[in-house]
């Protein structure tokens, strides 16, 4: 199967915003907890705005002129990472693409994004476990590694 990566524009918020919905819904599902409450309009603006401030980036997986298949990716900085890091904040490849090697691929493109941006690292957090363990043995395939703790999280507004 063939498959085009590019990096996302301001103009491509509603895409990436419908993949991310769709995998927000996914772990919800799976968990049956309703640990995100995303509108898809809002994220999509909220997308748009934040690719524009050099905040947010992401690569759109196409295969035949669809998109199938984002990882969204921010910059940050960490000293016990050495500096300049980044973090896959969403990753997803729609269900009927995950054995056709794409997650893999998209993985690399990130790899070489980070490389372009004289990141340290890559870092994530993956889903709930164990609903989630088969993404957590897709990251330690793609030469991810287990650092430790979860995802925590308080809200502040």
């Given at each position: 199967?063939?498959?085009?990566?590019?990096?996302?524009?301001?103009?491509?918020?509603?895409?990436?915003?419908?993949?991310?919905?769709?995998?927000?819904?996914?772990?919800?599902?799976?968990?049956?907890?309703?640990?995100?409450?995303?509108?898809?309009?809002e994220t999509?603006?909220?997308?748009?705005?934040?690719?524009?401030?050099?905040?947010?980036?992401?690569?759109?997986?196409?295969?035949?002129?669809?998109?199938?298949?984002?990882?969204?990716?921010?910059?940050?900085?960490?000293?016990?990472?050495?500096?300049?890091?980044?973090?896959?904040?969403?990753?997803?490849?729609?269900?009927?693409?995950?054995?056709?090697?794409?997650?893999?691929?998209?993985?690399?493109?990130?790899?070489?994004?980070?490389?372009?941006?004289e990141w340290?690292?890559?870092?994530?957090?993956?889903?709930?476990?164990?609903?989630?363990?088969?993404?957590?043995?897709?990251?330690?395939?793609?030469?991810?590694?287990?650092?430790?703790?979860?995802?925590?999280?308080?809200?502040?507004?």
């Amino acid at each position: 199967m063939e498959f085009e990566f590019r990096e996302a524009k301001p103009e491509d918020s509603a895409i990436i915003s419908t993949l991310v919905v769709a995998l927000t819904t996914e772990i919800c599902e799976k968990t049956k907890a309703q640990h995100f409450n995303i509108d898809l309009r809002e994220t999509s603006q909220r997308c748009r705005k934040l690719i524009i401030d050099g905040k947010y980036s992401a690569i759109i997986g196409m295969h035949e002129h669809h998109p199938v298949a984002i990882a969204t990716i921010t910059e940050t900085y960490a000293l016990y990472a050495g500096g300049k890091i980044g973090v896959i904040q969403e990753f997803y490849v729609v269900p009927e693409f995950r054995k056709a090697g794409l997650g893999a691929k998209l993985l690399e493109q990130v790899n070489r994004y980070g490389k372009e941006h004289e990141w340290s690292c890559i870092e994530l957090c993956t889903p709930p476990l164990p609903e989630f363990e088969r993404t957590l043995k897709f990251y330690q395939k793609n030469g991810l590694i287990a650092v430790g703790g979860r995802k925590m999280r308080q809200v502040l507004a």
